[in-house]
């Protein structure tokens, strides 16, 4: 598990970045694979989430997850909310205590966002769809509408994909550049075998929208997500070996 500096320093929150070490499944999903949508045993999925949990505390309500959809989605859990099933979206809100909140990734970039004054935390699944889309800025807007102020909220950019390991194609490119001719900073040429190919920077793209959103105070953890000796799930990388399927990294916070 990985911290955050900036998150560490506030006693009124728990937090953590797992990568896919101390937990019970086996073979491709070895061993803290936190995804109810991978193919693993769903025995152990859930052994591992309370593994996640206990850890980061004993005495909480279970771990609230979405069924992400590299949506601009997100829900607000206050006191009169009520769910049986697992809600569409990409980010989850809260200001209610011992309620962990997470979402999960396997190269995307999770952002877990807190604002010490309002006492409100955020969770953030944001995918290259996601963060295209605004699902940052529409938490920001969010949580400043319920009376977040921008001075007050720090956004921690989690471990995720590196430029080195992004390759993408020129439509992608084409894509993003259309929407802003700025976005080609994000983006970097290199020559292989006479070969040009074509490099994202998803979470310097994500650190881009949050300092968009007026949010100043950002920490971002530069671990590659694909670089197999981090012991973090890789979806690129599992394909890149040909697995069927991948592990999912879980990134949570809650308010004490």
């Not at 992400?68 to 569409?88: A, G, L, R, V």
């Not at 011992?98 to 955020?122: E, G, H, S, Y």
């Not at 956004?155 to 430029?163: D, H, K, Q, R």
Request: charged residues 30%; positive net charge; aromatic residues 10%.
């Amino acid at each position: 598990m990985i911290k955050s500096k900036k998150l560490s320093k506030n006693k009124a929150i728990k937090h953590g970045f797992f990568n896919s070490t101390g937990g019970v499944s086996k073979n491709i999903y070895k061993s803290l694979n936190c995804g109810p949508g991978s193919n693993d045993n769903s025995a152990n999925v859930k052994k591992n989430l309370n593994i996640v949990k206990n850890k980061i505390s004993k005495n909480s309500k279970d771990i609230f997850l979405l069924s992400q959809i590299h949506s601009n989605k997100f829900i607000f859990i206050d006191k009169k909310y009520k769910s049986k099933i697992k809600p569409k979206a990409d980010a989850v809100i809260t200001d209610q205590k011992n309620v962990p909140i997470a979402v999960l990734t396997a190269d995307c970039v999770p952002i877990l966002v807190f604002d010490n004054q309002r006492k409100m935390i955020a969770a953030i699944h944001a995918g290259w769809k996601g963060a295209f889309k605004g699902i940052i800025s529409k938490v920001i807007k969010f949580m400043i509408k319920r009376g977040s102020k921008t001075k007050n909220i720090i956004a921690v950019i989690g471990p995720s994909i590196s430029v080195k390991n992004y390759e993408v194609q020129k439509d992608f490119y084409k894509k993003f550049t259309r929407k802003d001719k700025t976005s080609h900073k994000f983006f970097k040429m290199s020559k292989e075998m006479s070969k040009q190919k074509l490099y994202f920077n998803l979470s310097s793209y994500v650190k881009s929208l949050i300092l968009k959103s007026g949010v100043k105070k950002i920490e971002k953890i530069d671990v590659d997500t694909f670089d197999a000796k981090n012991k973090f799930f890789s979806a690129r990388r599992s394909k890149s070996v040909n697995h069927v399927d991948y592990g999912r990294n879980i990134s949570i916070i809650m308010l004490n």
